[in-house]
């Protein structure tokens, strides 16, 4: 009975994965088919000056999915389905272009806003790179060096490290900042400190949720708050929560919050009129 019990549940994880994989297949079919709908947008997700949280001082754009059958998509769900095949590349272009149109919306009716953000996958790397497609948006829409920042994880400088360094120097040679994210959650490796030329350091939201009640996780931070600043680097913590570890963070030197605490990720209309505030007010 055992056996047989045994042997149910593994046909039934067999058809729980063949399941999965079907599904995987027909979102990347529909991933296509939104690159070319429309159904691709970017949301703005403030991020403000520790030691003055009312002060906007870059944001995060995030991609966002709305497909008309199955409603929004995480990225944490396709993302890695386009990494698995060539969609990631057009995919990120995409980013770039409509991060890129944005700012020159935005700049065509006079505002004008702090850095923003985006994210690239360590499959970016391969074949052209990411790069040109962005000097290319950036040409066509007048976005400048400065208005602009990169963020990939530490696996993107492990698993193509050549053209990894070839692509981070021409990003940095152009004057766009680079960022690493969740740091610390990947395959660590201090080198890559040193060897990058990097701007700043995203502590991974994992470890601020035990900030103020985990004793190890205060460590980790800790640690890269000084790691950070002993290589010159400017930090942000993700998914600030609480007013406790908004405390805790601004006592121990961290630079930059980005959170729910302070803000969600906006709609571009809704971040807009935060950059109309702001102007309107100084
Ligand atoms: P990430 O780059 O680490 O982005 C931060 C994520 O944390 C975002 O989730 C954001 O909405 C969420 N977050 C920020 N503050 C809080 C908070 O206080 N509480 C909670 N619960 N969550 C918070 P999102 O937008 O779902 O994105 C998830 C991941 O998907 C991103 O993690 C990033 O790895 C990836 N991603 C998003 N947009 C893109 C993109 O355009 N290209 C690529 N390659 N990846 C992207
Ligand atoms: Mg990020
Ligand atoms: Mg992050
Ligand atoms: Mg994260």
């Known amino acids: ?23 995987d297949r027909a979102l990347e079919e529909a991933l296509r088919r939104a690159l070319t709908h429309q159904e691709l947008r970017l949301m703005y997700q403030p991020q403000f000056d520790a030691r003055d949280p009312d002060r906007l001082v870059g944001a995060e754009a995030l991609l966002r999915w709305e497909n ?56 970016d790397f391969r074949g052209e790179g990411v790069a040109s497609g962005l000097f290319r948006s950036m040409a066509r829409h007048d976005v400048t060096a400065d208005q602009l920042q990169i963020e990939f994880t530490e696996s993107a ?31 660590s490796s201090l080198v890559n400190l040193k060897r990058f030329p990097l701007a700043e350091l995203k ?24 790691m ?9 913590a993700e998914g600030v929560e609480s007013q406790q570890q908004l405390a805790w963070l601004q006592e121990h ?21 935060m950059l109309r505030d702001i102007q309107n007010a100084t």
Do not use: M
């Open 203 to 226: 502590i991974d939201k994992s470890f601020v949720d035990g900030l103020c009640d985990n004793e190890r996780d205060e460590a980790i931070v800790r640690a890269s708050l000084a």
């Open 68 to 123: 008309p059958e199955k409603g929004t998509i995480s990225p944490a769900r396709f993302i890695p389905i386009a990494e698995k095949s060539d969609l990631i590349t057009e995919l990120s272009q995409r980013v770039v272009a409509l991060l890129c149109e944005q700012l020159g919306a935005w700049r065509a009716v006079g505002l004008f806003s702090p850095p923003i953000s985006f994210n690239v996958s360590p499959k």
């Open 157 to 187: 400088l492990i698993e193509h490290s050549d053209i990894v360094n070839q692509e981070i120097h021409r990003l940095n040679a152009e004057g766009i900042e680079l960022a690493i994210d969740d740091f610390g959650t990947g395959h």
């Open 1 to 23: 009975r055992a056996k047989e019990s045994g042997r149910n549940r593994l046909r039934l994880y067999e058809l729980g994965l063949y399941e999965r994989l079907r599904e």
């Open 253 to 273: 030197g961290c630079d930059r919050i980005q959170g729910f605490l302070l803000a969600r990720p906006l709609e571009a209309s809704s971040f807009q009129a």
């Open 228 to 236: 950070a600043q002993a290589f010159g680097l400017r930090t942000v």
